[in-house]
């Protein structure tokens, strides 16, 4: 990696990038069909990454949500990807926190992840409770399912998240 590194939101140039990135990232899943149809149907997404260059090295994703009682002030933070030979090298931390930041300019107060909680819980993540997934999962998941608020006074939502189409998958829910 050189000392160059961009963190930017990406452009319809960097698709394919972002495409060949999931498969190096998460050889045992399929994750570009629903990138794919989140960044090519211009749904309302945030999508950054971080360039070496001009090599994408690192994706998030955070997609615009909200529930059937509540606007549409949350976001989902899925998938995030790094290219295995880069990892753990603050890369995903990185464009994290510059999702965050960015999301709370925009008015988001609340962001979503199904995720590691040992990972997430450094940026604030917590167990969530009050607000259900597209579909229920199992178990040993419900820890996974995390939030944040991002504006200190932000009401907590209740219900079921309300996701675009390309969310609604069972499989992108469960094992």
Request: charged letters at 20%.
């Amino acid at each position: 990696m050189t000392n160059k590194l961009v963190i930017r939101e990406t452009t319809s140039g960097d698709v394919a990038q972002v495409l060949a990135l999931y498969p190096q990232a998460f050889p045992e899943e399929e994750l570009r069909p629903v990138v794919s149809a989140l960044l090519e149907e211009e749904l309302e997404v945030l999508s950054l990454a971080a360039f070496d260059g001009d090599a994408l090295v690192a994706h998030v994703l955070f997609t615009i949500c909200g529930t059937e009682e509540w606007d549409r002030t949350g976001a989902l933070l899925a998938p995030l990807g790094v290219i295995p030979s880069l990892q753990r090298q603050g890369l995903g931390n990185s464009l994290v926190h510059a999702g965050l930041a960015r999301l709370k300019k925009r008015g988001i107060k609340q962001v979503f992840v199904l995720g590691d909680p040992a990972y997430y819980q450094r940026f604030g993540f917590s167990p969530e409770r009050q607000v259900l997934p597209p579909y229920p999962m199992p178990e040993e998941w419900l820890d996974a399912w995390q939030s944040m608020p991002l504006a200190a006074r932000a009401p907590l939502a209740t219900g079921r998240l309300s996701m675009p189409e390309p969310w609604m998958e069972p499989a992108l829910w469960g094992p």
